[in-house]
């Protein structure tokens, strides 16, 4: 079983940046992703890469604002977010998929952290 340990989120304002990290307790030999989940909101996939990391995929919100990268040395993900907008503003989870490639849905994901709020102000 893969422990997940989500870090570096905070209270930002509107065009800052952030970067979140995702601690494995083990190497994950699978793809991994990253989710946030609004108030009131359904948990929605952000970014996935793949297993040995040249594959990377992102939802259109975010695309060429965040940048997601593995560091399979640290067994770390991390997810660079730029130019950050209010409408970011949720509990970012990470989380490892069943698949080489990262798969952009919930129930492709079989380990998660337990999140990490990231709230921007206007």
């Known amino acids: 079983q893969v422990q997940l340990v989500e870090s570096g989120g905070g209270l930002v304002q509107a065009g800052d940046s952030l970067r979140l990290s995702c601690a494995a307790s083990g190497r994950s030999n699978y793809a991994m992703g990253w989710f946030r989940q609004a108030p009131g909101k359904e948990r929605e996939f952000v970014a996935g890469i793949s297993s040995r990391g040249g594959i990377t995929i992102y939802a259109d919100s975010v695309k060429g604002r965040f940048i997601i990268s593995r560091d399979d040395a640290k067994n770390t993900v991390y997810l660079q977010m730029n130019r950050l907008k209010p409408e970011d503003t949720a509990v970012y989870y990470c989380?490892?998929?069943?698949?080489?490639?990262?798969?952009?849905?919930?129930?492709?994901?079989?380990?998660w952290g337990q999140g990490t709020q990231v709230t921007v102000s206007s």
């Open positions: 989380a490892v998929a069943t698949t080489a490639l990262a798969p952009m849905t919930r129930a492709s994901y079989s380990y």
